[in-house]
């Protein structure tokens, strides 16, 4: 079961239309910086790319870059 730290949140940074609104997230929710958030950032960028999704692959990987 995961708890609501990592359900929200996550969605919240990830789905930041701007980087700056996704710092703001980030500093509202310090734990994303960790590497539980960063592995699974890792693992959607992957199964992102191998549905050929590129436009939302780069997103993740920008994403990605401020942690």
Do not use: C, S
């Not at 359900?7 to 710092?23: D, G, H, I, K, S």
């Amino acid at each position: 079961m995961y708890e609501a730290i990592w359900v929200n949140p996550p969605r919240e940074f990830l789905t930041a239309r701007t980087p700056q609104t996704a710092e703001q997230v980030l500093n509202k929710y310090p734990q994303l910086r960790g590497p539980r958030a960063a592995n699974l950032i890792d693992k959607f960028i992957r199964e992102t790319g191998q549905q050929g999704d590129l436009a939302g692959k780069r997103h993740l990987q920008e994403r990605h870059r401020l942690l």
